[in-house]
């Protein structure tokens, strides 16, 4: 894990189309420094970047850290901030290239790690793990779009006219409350806050919680927080505030986090099962407010249709670990085949150029 004042984040989620990336929002190119790492399973990508990461950090340069969805335990991306400087997993799911190769961005070449020779042995069970791990992806993102769909169907039933106006009228007035005009030319940040992961749904409160003293919890169990902080983004980018901008894994057009660091102000959707760290500043009840008006029968059917759809989540958290636990075996057959100690020299040769 990073050091404790890291921000940490995602880049990619996997979502009911597919893998979802905000790689090319993750960096300015005619301002920051990007070195895209190239290499295959087990070559080291995730632990140069933990390396120049940590000594960053030790060096005083704040960090971001960029998880990876496919597997938490590993990081695609870090960003150093202070030092305009990125670096980045760019192979696939997520390819990364170059938008002024020479000039801002260059390939850092991790493959040339690997003995290509011995790694001839491996070939044909890295063929057949590589096309099982791809095919529980596969899967994976099947449950998942069952699950969004039975999740928009509650929605577009809760969601009445009425109620949408009553959220707006909320947002609203939240805005009159906490927002106040920014830098017209304010930073915005576009990365996922959470993720459907091997491991579960993961929601990185503590990076919201770092960065904001006063915290809105925003009940989501129906799925309408997405649409207030939606609403409170768009005020919040129209008055020129710096902003973490946070998609929706499940619906990556709205915002399901924002936070707002030059106010310390944030706002996040929870739910029962995935609480904050600690107690919020506020907390808005979107859950009560759709449910007042409906009667015994639609509750009844709503929770049979939240938990259905917690079912199927739970399948394709079932897939994504099977997925997992296959690439895991991929990355054993390569491991030994990799010239570790080339890979953590490069790392601290990387580390002393950028350091001062």
């Known amino acids: 894990m990073m050091e404790q004042h890291s921000e940490t984040y995602f880049l990619g989620a996997n979502s009911p189309d597919g893998f979802y990336s905000l790689y090319d929002r993750f ?16 070559c080291g990508k ?13 060096a005083g340069f704040p960090t971001e850290c960029m ?21 980045v997993d760019g192979t696939a799911p997520h390819v990364t290239e170059p938008a002024f190769p020479g000039v801002t961005a260059s390939y850092v070449d991790l493959g ?9 042995a491996e070939r ?5 793990l590589n096309a099982a791990y791809k095919k529980k992806y596969d899967g994976a993102y099947r449950y998942i779009r069952a699950a969004a769909q039975i999740g928009e169907g509650v929605r577009m039933e809760l969601l009445t006219p009425e109620l949408r106006e009553t959220v707006r009228r909320k947002a609203k007035s939240i805005c009159r409350k906490t927002l106040v005009p920014g830098n017209a030319d304010g930073t915005v940040r576009y990365r996922f806050l959470s993720a459907l992961t091997c491991s579960g749904k993961i929601f990185l409160y503590e990076t919201a919680e770092k960065l904001a003293e006063t915290v809105y919890a925003v009940d989501n169990t129906c799925g309408l927080a997405p649409l207030l902080i939606s609403d409170i983004a768009g005020e919040a980018l129209r008055l020129g505030q710096s902003a973490v901008v946070c998609p929706s894994p499940m619906d990556p057009e709205h915002t399901e986090h924002l936070i707002l660091p030059e106010l310390s102000l944030a706002f996040v959707s929870i739910d029962p099962d995935h609480p904050l760290n600690r107690e919020p500043s506020h907390h808005v009840a979107l859950d009560a407010l759709a449910r007042q008006t409906c009667g015994k029968e639609e509750k009844l059917r709503f929770r049979h249709l939240e938990k259905l759809e917690e079912n199927v989540v739970a399948e394709a958290i079932e897939e994504l670990r099977h997925a997992n636990a296959l690439h895991d075996e991929l990355e054993r057959h390569y491991n030994p085949h990799v010239d570790f100690d080339g ?4 790392a601290d040769v990387y580390s002393h150029r950028l350091l001062p």
């Open 27 to 42: 960096t300015d190119p005619r301002r920051d420094a990007l070195y895209i790492l190239k290499g295959g399973p087990g």
């Open 46 to 58: 995730s632990t140069f970047m933990r390396i120049i990461a940590g000594n960053a950090a030790a």
């Open 67 to 87: 998880l990876c969805s496919g597997d938490p335990r590993s990081v695609d991306a870090i960003y150093i901030r202070g030092l305009h400087t990125a670096f």
């Open 112 to 120: 040339a790690f690997y003995d290509s020779a011995s790694l001839a």
């Open 124 to 128: 044909e069970a890295i063929f057949r």
């Open 343 to 346: 890979v953590y020299a490069l």
